[in-house]
């Protein structure tokens, strides 16, 4: 089934430094969203990109979109400890016939203060 | 949790025990979802409800019910039959648009 796999597992940087995750995904998608979940929480919507869209900003927060590669990419600018969390990618299955989403297993971020 | 209430935060279940978690919006959703994550793991669909009275199985629904009799609620009862129910059990609603909202999640324990 698709999934969406999130690359690096974990990924620890000192604070100030820039995070970089990866999403790589399997078929054609309508857009992805990434999400935020802080440890023993629900996870919080951080950002929907479109697959027509390539880039899209959202204060420290850059997603790139590669339909062609089937990937994107979460970029964290000037990282904090409050970043700290696991992040998720989520793609839908439209494929399918049904209105759902496929969630990756998540890059646990650490940032070090 | 931006208009979802999950309860309670906390649940243990005994073996053979059935167990009801509530989930409860107030937003006028029309799309709900249920959700299991084991530790270390991404999240798995179990049900999902498009609309009143009608939901989908999802990847992982044997052991599982639920409900739709209200829009504002979507009940999910973990049965004596899922033989491995400890996890982190999310609701969800959907907009299209905007993504998911998130409960803050119940964390089911079998004693």
């Known amino acids: 089934s698709q999934q969406g796999e999130e690359d690096p597992q974990a990924l620890s940087i000192q604070e100030g430094e820039n995070a970089t995750m990866n999403c790589s995904y399997k078929t054609s998608i309508n857009n992805l969203q990434w999400y935020r979940q802080n440890s023993g929480r629900g996870l919080v919507h951080l950002i929907l990109i479109r697959s027509n869209e390539r880039e899209k900003h959202s204060g420290r927060l850059r997603v790139t979109l590669d339909t062609s590669k089937k990937s994107s990419s979460l970029l964290i600018t000037a990282s904090r400890a409050a970043d700290t969390a696991s992040y998720f990618c989520a793609t839908d299955a439209r494929a399918s016939g049904t209105y759902k989403y496929i969630f990756g297993t998540g890059t646990r971020l650490k940032v070090l203060a | 949790d931006g208009g979802i209430t999950q309860s309670p935060k906390y649940l243990f279940r005994k073996e053979g025990q059935n167990v009801t978690l509530s989930c409860e919006q107030n937003?006028?959703?029309?799309?709900m979802y249920w959700y299991r994550q084991d530790p270390g793991q991404g999240l798995r669909l179990i049900y999902y409800?498009?609309?009143?009275?009608?939901?989908q199985k999802g990847d992982i629904a044997e052991g599982y019910s639920v409900s739709r009799e209200k829009k504002e609620s979507f009940p999910l009862t973990v049965t004596s039959a899922q033989k491995n129910p400890t996890a982190f059990y999310l609701c969800a609603m959907y907009r299209s648009g905007y993504g998911y909202t998130f409960g803050s999640g119940t964390r089911l324990t079998v004693v």
């Open positions: 937003l006028n959703h029309d799309a």
């Open positions: 409800s498009q609309i009143v009275n009608d939901f």
